[in-house]
């Protein structure tokens, strides 16, 4: 019986458009994100310090997604895969990636992401990203990586936050630590 269901699933998955969506790929720790690029709505260079962002007069709030996810994990760069992109590889400098709630544009919510590289434009087929497996969802507890790419030789795997939810969770967290 599997071997069916594998062809069956082979040929259903050919069947499906392949339709790609651009999305801003970027470094946290040990492991690279990307954000749908209509999620990006300003990506600052860090130099030395990070800047205070507002919007209509309020505060944006910056997280260290990287230091939630990760804990106190250091690495070192030797040790990740590299990003390449048209031939060049990411770049590994801080900025800092201003996202926005997809979904909600009149009540702009922003939240500001201190990443380990420059963001990178990547284009990705939906055919490519599949669900989270288990034991990354148990590892992180978080309900903002809901999918990943899986990796390839010209690629490491890429795990795709939803900005909704994101914004949504680091709300809900300042609110209940007041």
């Known amino acids: 019986m599997p071997a069916i269901s594998s062809l069956r699933s082979q040929r259903l998955l050919e069947l499906r458009p392949n339709v790609e969506q651009q999305y801003v790929a970027f470094r946290l720790r040990i492991a690279w994100f990307v954000l749908p690029i209509k999620a990006i709505y300003r ?9 205070k962002v507002t919007l209509s007069g309020d505060n944006v709030m910056i997280i260290d ?3 939630i996810l990760f804990g106190q994990t250091k690495v070192q760069d030797s040790d990740l895969q590299q990003l390449v992109v048209n031939g060049a590889e990411v770049v590994s400098k801080p900025s800092l990636i201003i996202t926005c709630n997809q979904n ?3 009540n702009n919510q922003l939240v500001g992401i201190l990443s380990n590289s420059h963001p990178a434009l990547q ?3 939906q055919a490519d990203i599949v669900p ?6 148990q590892r ?3 309900d903002f990586v809901t999918s990943m790419t899986l990796p390839s030789k010209d690629r490491p795997s890429l795990f795709v936050i939803n900005s909704d939810r994101l914004i949504a969770n680091a709300i809900n967290s300042t609110k209940n630590s007041h």
Do not use: C, D, F, R
Not at 43 to 51: A, D, F
Not at 132 to 137: K, M
């Open 65 to 67: 997604l990287g230091k």
């Open 140 to 142: 992180w507890k978080v």
């Open 132 to 137: 989270l497996p288990a034991t990354y969802s």
């Open 123 to 125: 284009k990705i087929s």
């Open 43 to 51: 990506v600052i260079p860090l130099e030395k310090h990070v800047p």
């Open 104 to 106: 909600n544009q009149q």
